[in-house]
Each structure stands twice: as C-alpha cells, then as structure tokens.
C-alpha cells in the first residue's frame, strides 16, 4: 500500500499554497480543503505541465463522497501513476473529508513529482515548455 505523505511544517505550507495560486484553475481558490476535495484540481494542475497525461473532460465537480472517491481513484490510475506518484488511500479519505493538512501534504508530494518528473526524458517530451500558446483545446487521441 502506499505511503502517507509526509505532514508539512509552515513554511512548507506556504510553499504549496504560492504554488497553488500560481495555477491556473477552473475554480476560484475559497477553501483549499473544500476546493481540492473532489480530486479536479489535482488533475487540471497535472494538466498545466502534462497536458497530454490527462483527460479533463473525465473529472467534473463531485458532492457525494463515493464520486469525489471514484475520481480520485481514476487520477491514481490514469494520471498520478505516470509521474510516478499515487496518493494513498487514508490520505484520498482525509482529503475527501476535508481534513486540514492533508491536501498540502499530499500537493507538496505532487509538486515534487512534478519537478523529478519534468527532468525525466519522457517528462521532457511531454511538459508544456511555452504556456498558454502550447495548450491545444483540440480532442486528445487516445
């Protein structure tokens, strides 16, 4: 089973949250343990580097907690494994619940896998090097 990330200290914290308002989101940032709960965050922020490692259209606004897990468990396995990360199951728990602390935690591991991932040949090959001109709003082969 994987590993709970690590709790982060203040300065850690201030990290993600710089870090998360760098992100260009569909949602206006409120309540990051609110706004992140339903996972699709997680995978537009993926999105922003790796376009092509996700399939926005599959991650919509969830309320119920079983559908705020079902997209959760979707990320694991079809966008977080291919930077070489997977969110733990107590953490995707806490995190839909709402629980303070564990979204950064889990956003700082993210933003770290980002990082390695982007120095990898294959991440060299998928990262979005130019911003907004690069962003093809096109379908995505399969």
């Known amino acids: 089973s994987n590993m709970r990330a690590a709790a982060l200290d203040e300065d850690e914290e201030q990290i993600v949250y710089n870090w998360v ?26 999105n922003n580097y790796f376009p092509k490692y996700v399939e926005l259209h599959n ?7 079983t559908d705020k897990l079902n ?3 979707m990320l ?4 977080l494994k291919k930077i070489n990360y997977q969110v733990s199951a107590e953490d995707i728990n ?5 629980k303070p602390g564990v979204i950064e935690a889990v ?5 770290l896998k980002i990082a390695q991932h982007t120095l990898t040949k294959e991440g060299k090959k998928e990262a979005v090097l130019a911003t907004s001109s690069d962003t093809s709003k096109g379908m995505k082969a399969k």
């Open 59 to 65: 991650y919509s606004a969830m309320h119920a907690k």
């Open 21 to 46: 308002d760098e992100q260009q989101l569909s949602r206006p940032k409120r309540n990051i343990h609110r706004d992140f709960s339903d996972g699709v965050l997680i995978a537009e922020i993926v």
């Open 94 to 98: 806490d995190i839909i619940m709402a």
């Open 76 to 79: 694991n396995k079809k966008v």
């Open 71 to 73: 997209n959760w468990v």
């Open 107 to 111: 956003l700082r591991q993210l933003q």
